[in-house]
């Protein structure tokens, strides 16, 4: 018999027996391993959850197919037994002074419950205790509004308990100290100081812990950026998850200069100067205990200084080609070009296309103990002992002509130029590569044929282009569905007519069936998690080299690498698609049309 929770229900704590009962009943674990842990449960006299409990066990369903009885699958049974939604607390969709407003922590911890939204007319209680409704009165009748109770983990309630509250007892602290005062940037903010003299230290304790939650949250979420953006009335922070933004907290402007000023003593900024863009570096270290880099910049705007932190994870450099996204047939042609013992190698795309970390990966596996590899870079985006790295200072006029100048009197085997911008830079860059170095640097275009005709147009001559440079890859990053819950379903009318335009006008073998997100709890309810990258190589073979001697236009030379087997990005996407790693909707997003005479 299924057990409602109703008027007529007793109010009682979950127990363990219950618990197994409820699961015995609906054939879900064997009654003997019920009765045993039932026995130990009382010998030991537990105190934790039962959830828990049995989620300790690691039991599998009885019943097909079989899942393992994690705390989210029980969760989710036991939810659907008392008649309620089970969710999966999201801390970057929740707004952590109006839930703690609701109630005290003393009262959410007495009865396993914790607020997670507030609207004009209800306020959503996450309960541990489905059969405990004691305090569902009381306290819609404090804040006179409809409560709606939903189940959760109990390790979720527990964690966050504790989180929530102390992040909002911080800020509510911290905004008292300060007063209303913002920063000094704007007009709007001087007047706001003229009323109050009190100002934040950067160093308050409220302050250190708001900056230590919203670190751990950044790595706990995988974000790849953190924006601490003022507004008018509010500072705004953001996430940037699998390359999409997520508005996280709204914190008081007082609170959000603070904040600023914080990180920026930590990464030995000028705090006083907030007129001018400011560039930084952290290192610190996860939950976990891995080390992680944070690249700071500032920025004046209207409202004050806005602060963007890149976190750079020492981990992308361990990763495989394969992981990073690299098929077999872009894998030999990429190293046939880093194999070279001298010549230069462009990776282009856009702004957070993966560049970086495709060089990182490269230059870690070429820099044996035999090589000497060197870089100069603008700024510095990982910090990796192997290398030998500079960074670029226009204040001395230390720019990439001049360090890979300086570079080529320290005897390097491998040299790797951040970005080349101008004339200057490609030429050294190039006359390194031709005095026996092996040089790779970045260029933004829409394509890797693209850059051919960029460096022509920048002044290098066609024959040195010819005589250098090894090829060219272009690359893009897209979301890759979730393992967990990416859905696969028959081709559709509109998935046939997507993949149509998609491939065209190339030939490829429409898949049967295309896979679709769905959203778990793993990867947020968004359907996807993760990026991998889709690469278009160009080598530089004779015919090519041919043509770019004889003045021959951008189509030409994209033609010709498409006869010696180069695939535009939307194909390398197109076989994403086909193996159910990402969708069309995504390769649509970041790849440009091939063009093909």
């Known amino acids: 018999m299924i057990k409602k929770v109703d008027a007529s229900t007793p109010d009682h704590r979950l127990t363990v027996a219950e618990l197994l009962g409820m699961l015995v009943a609906d054939g879900l674990v064997e009654q003997r391993d019920a009765d045993a842990l039932i026995a130990e449960s009382r010998l030991k006299r537990q105190s934790a959850h039962p959830l828990l409990v049995v989620a300790e066990q690691k039991w599998k369903s009885r019943r097909p197919p079989h899942r393992p009885l994690t705390i989210d699958e029980l969760g989710e049974w036991l939810a659907s037994r008392v008649d309620l939604e089970y969710i999966h607390i999201d801390p970057l969709k929740i707004d952590f002074t109006a839930v703690t ?313 491998i040299i790797m130029v951040g970005e080349v911008r101008d004339l200057e830079t490609a030429e050294v860059a190039i006359q390194a590569a031709l005095t026996g170095h092996l040089v790779l640097s970045t260029l933004h275009t829409n394509d890797a044929p693209s850059a051919v005709t960029r460096l022509l147009d920048l002044g290098v001559p066609s024959y040195l282009l010819g005589a250098t440079v090894l090829g060219v890859m272009a690359q893009r990053l897209v979301r890759v569905l979730c393992p967990s819950c990416k859905r696969a379903a028959a081709a559709t009318a509109e998935d046939e007519l997507l993949w149509d335009r998609l491939v065209a006008p190339w030939k490829a073998n429409r898949p049967t069936q295309f896979f679709h997100p769905v959203g778990c709890l793993d990867c947020r309810m968004t359907g996807y998690r993760g990026r991998i990258g889709l690469y278009e190589i160009l080598t530089m073979s004779s015919e090519i080299k041919q043509a770019i001697g004889e003045g021959a236009d951008l189509p030409k030379i994209r033609d010709q690498a498409y006869r010696e087997g180069m695939k535009p990005l939307r194909i390398a996407g197109a076989m994403k698609v086909a193996a159910g790693i990402t969708t069309l909707a995504e390769v649509f997003k970041v790849a440009p049309p091939s063009e093909r005479s």
């Open 101 to 413: 407003d609701v109630m005290s922590s003393a009262y959410a911890t007495r009865f396993g419950i914790l607020p997670v939204e507030v609207s004009a007319g209800e306020v959503v209680v996450a309960t541990i205790e489905p059969f405990l409704r004691d305090w569902e009165k009381e306290i819609g009748a404090i804040v006179k509004k409809r409560i709606r109770r939903v189940l959760a983990s109990p390790a979720d309630v527990a964690r966050y308990l504790v989180e929530f509250y102390n992040l909002a007892r911080s800020v509510k602290k911290a905004a008292q100290t300060g007063g209303q005062s913002g920063g000094l940037s704007s007009f709007e903010q001087l007047v706001e100081l003229g009323r109050t003299n009190r100002q934040f230290d950067a160093n308050d304790q409220h302050i250190v812990n708001i900056v230590d939650w919203l670190w751990q949250y950044a790595f706990e979420q995988r974000a790849s950026d953190i924006h601490i953006e003022p507004r008018r009335e509010m500072g705004i922070v953001r996430f940037r998850i699998d390359g999409v933004l997520h508005q996280v907290y709204q914190i008081p402007m007082s609170v959000m200069a603070a904040m600023v000023s914080r990180i920026k003593i930590l990464g030995r900024m000028d705090l006083v100067e907030k007129r001018r863009p400011q560039d930084g570096r952290i290192k610190t270290r996860t939950a976990d205990g891995q080390e992680a880099e944070l690249r700071l910049s500032t920025l004046p705007t209207a409202f004050g200084e806005k602060l963007v932190m890149r976190i750079f994870d020492p981990e992308v450099l361990v990763r495989s080609f394969g992981e990073l996204g690299f098929g077999d047939d872009e894998l030999g042609r990429w190293r046939t070009m880093t194999e070279n013992p001298n010549g230069i190698i462009f990776v282009t795309g856009p702004t957070g296309s993966g560049k970086t970390t495709t060089l990182y990966s490269t230059l870690k596996q070429l820099a044996t103990t035999a090589v000497n590899v060197c870089t100069i870079e603008d700024p510095i985006e990982m910090v990796e002992p192997a290398f030998n790295q500079m960074q670029v200072q226009t204040a001395i006029d230390l720019g990439f002509a001049e360090g890979v100048r300086a570079l080529m009197r320290q005897d390097p085997d």
